[in-house]
Nanobody, 118 residues
């Protein structure tokens, strides 16, 4: 119903910056919210940032003040601007979309690797 493609991951030194992009296609008019999750080796997947169709935004505490999520509705694309990166930010980052008006369905991108070296 909704397809998500992430890009922008890579290797960066601590203190550096990256911008992740997630392009959505399909039934994009049904998307309630989009967000970024990450999963480090041996750890559970966790929410990093989320933006709803109404514009409300929330961040995981450890990225507040460093990461910014934004949305381009015309391009059906959500971005994650990551600044002041730390080694503990190293993970596979996944784009997520929440679709529906009653029961919400989740769709996921394939993930993009972010590695922060010290």
């Amino acid at each position: 119903q909704v397809q998500l493609v992430e890009s922008g991951g890579g290797l960066v030194q601590a203190g550096g910056s990256l911008r992740l992009s997630c392009a959505a296609s399909g039934s994009t008019f049904l998307i309630n919210a989009m967000g970024w999750y990450r999963q480090a080796p041996g750890k559970k997947r966790e929410l990093v940032a989320r933006i709803s169709s109404s514009g409300s935004i929330n961040y995981e505490d450890s990225v507040k003040g460093r990461f910014t999520i934004s949305r381009d509705n015309a391009k059906n694309t959500v971005y994650l601007y990551m600044n002041s990166l730390k080694p503990e930010d190293t993970a596979v980052y996944y784009c997520n979309s929440e679709v529906g008006r009653g029961i919400v369905l989740d769709f996921w991108g394939q993930g993009t690797q972010v590695t922060v070296s010290s």
